[in-house]
């Protein structure tokens, strides 16, 4: 089975200072929805992991929660795309929990769930995060140019090997301009090599 795990806010639709708290907050990036409909017919069947601490803190509740992926699965659907599950850590950071990333928990889950290697996966976001609990569950880490990761533009060569080693990234982190590059350069590849 070839899976894969994104984040969802600043990987598929556009991160917020606070939280997107609801439906009407959620927006999809720019060319992720069709990137996910390429993937998916490129064979790839994608998760999400993703933080949602605004739970937590009781900023909104699962029906907001609901209500934000159903409106993202109704747009995904209709670019010809499909995620297959949304695992997420409710709590909020000072619960200490092992599902909030950079924990590997939600990746477990994920591979519990699948019954998949991990290092067969590829995890791509763009948090330092997301990528950090990634590779602590063996997956190998694409970290995603977007929203809180611009600032590595210019370190990566051609083929988004970093030139240099970055504080925090895990090895072997390739980088990637979005999820629509990603997307490109993981359908280009053989398949022992994502």
């Known amino acids: 089975m070839k ?3 994104l984040d969802r806010d600043g990987t598929l639709n556009r991160s917020r200072d606070d939280y997107v708290a609801s ?3 959620w927006e999809a990036l720019p060319g992720a929805l069709e990137a996910v409909a390429r993937l998916n017919q490129g064979g790839w069947r ?3 992991a993703t933080n949602q601490s605004g739970l937590g803190r009781g900023l909104f509740d699962v029906a907001s929660l ?3 992926h159903a409106k993202m699965h109704r747009q995904l659907a209709a670019a010809g795309g499909r995620i297959e599950a949304v695992f997420f850590c409710p709590h909020a950071p000072e619960d200490a929990c092992h599902c909030r990333k950079p924990e590997p928990g939600l990746f477990e889950q994920i ?3 699948f019954g998949v290697l991990l290092d067969e996966v590829p995890v791509a976001g763009n948090a330092l995060r997301h990528v950090q609990a ?4 063996g997956c190998p880490p694409h970290l995603l140019l977007t929203g809180k990761s611009e600032y590595l533009r210019g370190l990566a060569d051609g083929d988004g090997v970093l030139s240099e080693p970055v504080p925090g990234l895990p090895e072997g982190t390739r980088l990637h301009e979005d999820l629509s590059a990603f997307a490109d350069w993981l359908l280009s590849q053989p398949e022992a090599t994502t």
Do not use: F, M
């Not at 990634?134 to 569950?137: D, F, K, P, R, V």
């Open 23 to 25: 439906a009407d907050e």
């Open 46 to 48: 994608v998760v999400i």
């Open 134 to 137: 990634g590779a602590t569950a």
């Open 66 to 68: 609901n209500a934000i």
């Open 111 to 113: 591979g519990d769930r």
């Open 3 to 5: 899976l894969l795990v």
